[in-house]
């Protein structure tokens, strides 16, 4: 079975740090483009990250650069999200991707004031 399982979500407060992994499983994913949205209660899913196959290239959201770092593990078919110095207004379910075709199921990213 192909899948995304993402993992890391929680809740930290304003300022604090978490690391997002995004596992892929039934085949290889070293040639895929992976990204990461995120959707906020009551509103549209949204671009995050993402990343070229060979992690060289990377595209941020225009909030989010400089706080958040993606990357990725091709040995281990993974994607991880580093993010930094985090805002309430970053809260939302986080969703792996991959070609923006396959998705995981989300993890919830909750930050307090």
């Known amino acids: 079975q192909v899948q995304l399982v993402e993992s890391g979500g929680g809740l930290v407060q304003a300022g604090g740090s978490l690391r997002l992994s995004c596992a892929a499983s039934g085949r290889t994913f070293s040639s895929d483009v992976m990204g990461w949205f995120r959707q906020a209660p009551g509103k549209e899913r949204e671009f995050v990250a993402n990343?070229?196959?060979?992690?060289?290239?990377?595209y941020y959201k225009d909030s989010v650069k400089g706080r958040f770092t993606i990357s990725r593990d091709n040995t281990k078919n993974t994607v991880y999200l580093q993010m930094n110095s985090l805002k309430p207004e970053d809260t939302a379910v986080y969703y792996c991707?991959?070609?923006?075709?396959?998705w995981g199921q989300g993890t919830q990213v909750t930050v307090s004031s």
């Open positions: 991707n991959a070609n923006q075709k396959l």
């Open positions: 990343i070229n196959s060979s992690g060289s290239r990377t």
